[in-house]
């Protein structure tokens, strides 16, 4: 009886260990949705552009501007939807220093432009941080950012694809999310977030 008891002892001990390794993994935070495809509640809108809710996404293609999330993160996971043409010009910003000033200057923009003069920082790369190589094309079709910001590095994921990989900088620790509207047709259908 001695024995069993010692066993299950042991037994719970070591599911007890297993539950607390598999908790402190990478992420300790769940998913919250930023923008569901029906409601930009979470969300201020900054510039003229024509953001609009139509068939689950939210949506532009007209004047310029931003839509900031209300909230403000540090060490994060950014899960994006987005459509865009090929001629869009859009991005999604992280941790926006000033939210009522949005700029690669104040912000960290990963990128959405297939048409970007330069393409070492289009689609895929984070304007002045880290380039791409080659360049991802993403218009014309449904798209998945994955952008991960824990301390001073970065990873971008562009539909199961790395484009940027541990990169480094410190200038903005924390800030709020924004979705670019610059030019083309761009959509975004989900965003969600969680804490690392």
């Known amino acids: 009886m001695k024995r069993r008891l010692l066993f299950a002892a042991a037994l719970l001990l070591t599911a007890t260990a297993l539950t607390c390794c598999a908790s402190s993994g990478k992420t300790t935070g769940k998913w919250t949705p930023l923008f569901d495809g029906s409601s930009l509640d979470q969300w201020s809108q900054i510039g003229n552009a024509n953001w609009h809710v139509a068939d689950s996404a939210v949506q532009a293609d007209q004047?310029?501007?931003?839509?900031?999330?209300?909230?403000?993160?540090?060490?994060?996971?950014?899960?994006?939807?987005?459509?865009?043409?090929?001629?869009?010009?859009?991005?999604?910003?992280?941790?926006?220093?000033?939210?009522?000033?949005?700029?690669?200057?104040?912000?960290?923009?990963?990128?959405?432009?297939?048409?970007?003069?330069?393409?070492?920082?289009?689609?895929?790369?984070?304007?002045?941080?880290?380039?791409?190589?080659?360049?991802?094309?993403?218009?014309?079709?449904?798209?998945?950012?994955?952008?991960?910001?824990?301390?001073s590095t970065f990873t971008v994921t562009l539909n199961g694809v790395r484009t940027v990989d541990a990169a480094q900088d410190a200038k903005h620790p924390s800030g709020n999310i924004a979705l670019q509207y610059g030019a083309g047709i761009v959509k975004f259908r989900k965003v969600q977030i969680r804490s690392l």
């Not at 220093?97 to 949005?102: H, N, R």
């Open 63 to 151: 004047g310029n501007g931003f839509l900031v999330s209300k909230g403000v993160y540090t060490d994060f996971e950014v899960q994006a939807e987005f459509w865009v043409d090929d001629k869009a010009n859009s991005g999604v910003f992280i941790r926006c220093s000033d939210s009522a000033t949005v700029t690669a200057a104040n912000a960290y923009e990963v990128n959405i432009f297939d048409q970007r003069p330069d393409p070492s920082y289009g689609t895929g790369a984070i304007v002045n941080v880290a380039k791409v190589a080659p360049m991802p094309k993403a218009g014309g079709k449904w798209n998945v950012y994955e952008i991960k910001a824990q301390g």
